[in-house]
């Protein structure tokens, strides 16, 4: 089976994890030192606190914000869960706002009317978290202007971005912390982590103090200042995450080579995401029509090509549920079909994932509200 995602070890993971087991070290220790200062280096970031998931560094990040019941999170629709949960967590409300067409962000146009509506519903908007969704750049100038405009700061959520540039800047240069998941299936994997980059000094030190249950690392032992979490990264993940981190070109490299052979051979009527040049190749989705989506997925996996749909809304989950649902990112959950996109793939694989997706449709007719929808963007 061709596998939507797998994580690759192509330098030094093993001989990491052999040496931190033979130093009898598993918690916090020199690798997870070594991992942040290199990440922080990665990202051109002052500093990155590491932490046990990327839901741990989104939480941690509105922890340090102050983040509190009332206050409102602007967000994408569309994105997985724990961008929202993040929010919950403090209390908070995450107002989600509808994604562009094209990039698959959020849709900066519909920002405006967003704050207005949270106001008038009572909640206190305080900042906004993109999400750079497959390693898509959302707006950042855009959002960079709006936040200005109205006292907002930014949160960037990009746990499916490392390496991603946008104008020649790392995610977190416009924003106060940028935030990424090392989950198995991610670019770069440890199975379990995340990380919080930062410039800001005061975020920094509030994030390590949540982080290891309120107790900050200049703190006498056993003295809490707060109600804090144990989110801390184990030396074991570090020192995968290290590895993985020194062999990034060569990650990088061998997902460009997928998702260019992607972009070459698949039928050029078949709508997609646009990628700019310096996005991060998370992961390569096309649209298909709705109601032949699960019937492409059982089809490809007979012949071996896994695949995952889109997220649902956010606003269609039991914990988040808005009578709203915004339609583009209605219609992109229901439509989209991740295809395989990792560094292990040859471009035999690329070329057999796109045979199998030809001879098993998607079919060429849409429903009239698709094709509406595509005639309206041009797409049709
Ligand atoms: C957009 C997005 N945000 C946050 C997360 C949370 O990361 P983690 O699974 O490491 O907690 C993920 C993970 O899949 C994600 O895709």
């Excluded at 950042?140 to 700061?153: F, G, P, Q, R, V």
């Excluded at 050029?268 to 298909?288: G, H, I, T, Y």
Aim: aromatic letters at 10%.
């Amino acid at each position: 089976v061709i596998r939507v995602s797998q994580p690759v070890f192509l330098g030094n993971e093993a001989t990491y994890v052999a040496d931190a087991l033979a130093k009898g070290q598993l918690s916090q220790g020199e690798y997870v030192l070594r991992f942040e200062e290199a990440f922080a280096k990665f990202c051109s970031a002052k500093y990155a606190v590491s932490c046990n998931s990327g839901t741990a560094a989104l939480h941690l990040s509105m922890l340090a914000l102050g983040v509190k019941p009332g206050d409102a999170v602007l967000m994408p629709a569309l994105s997985y869960v724990a961008t929202a949960n993040a929010v919950a967590y403090c209390g908070g409300y995450p107002v989600f706002v509808d994604i562009d067409s094209k990039t698959w962000a959020i849709d900066v146009s519909k920002i405006e009317e967003a704050l207005l509506n949270a106001k008038v519903s009572g909640l206190k908007p305080v900042g906004i978290l993109p999400v750079h969704l497959f390693g898509v750049s959302a707006d950042m100038h855009e959002l960079n202007s709006i936040a200005k405009k109205h006292d907002l700061w930014l949160v960037e959520d990009a746990a499916q971005a490392h390496g991603m540039l946008y104008r020649g800047c790392a995610p977190g240069s416009f924003s106060k912390t940028a935030c990424y998941s090392f989950y198995a299936n991610k670019i770069l994997a440890c199975g379990e982590g995340g990380m919080l980059t930062t410039d800001d000094e005061l975020i920094a030190d509030l994030a390590q103090l949540y982080r290891g249950q309120g107790q900050h690392p200049a703190d006498a032992r056993y003295f809490h200042r707060v109600v804090g979490y144990n989110y801390r990264m184990t030396e074991l993940s570090a020192a995968i995450g290290l590895g993985q981190l020194e062999c990034y070109p060569e990650h990088v490299r061998r997902r460009k080579i997928v998702v260019e052979e992607y972009q070459r051979l698949i039928d050029e009527n078949l709508p997609r995401q646009e990628r700019p040049q310096d996005s991060a190749d998370w992961m390569f989705a096309v649209l298909v029509p709705s109601e032949d989506r699960d019937d492409i997925a059982e089809k490809l996996l007979i012949r071996g090509v896994e695949t995952r749909p889109v997220f649902p809304p956010l606003s269609t989950l039991p914990p988040h549920l808005e009578r709203f649902v915004p339609p583009v990112s209605y219609e992109i959950s229901h439509r989209g079909i991740c295809l395989p996109t990792h560094a292990g793939m040859s471009e035999i694989d690329v070329r057999y994932v796109v045979d199998s997706l030809k001879s098993v449709g998607p079919s060429p007719y849409y429903t009239a509200v698709e094709r509406f929808g595509m005639v309206a963007r041009g797409e049709w």
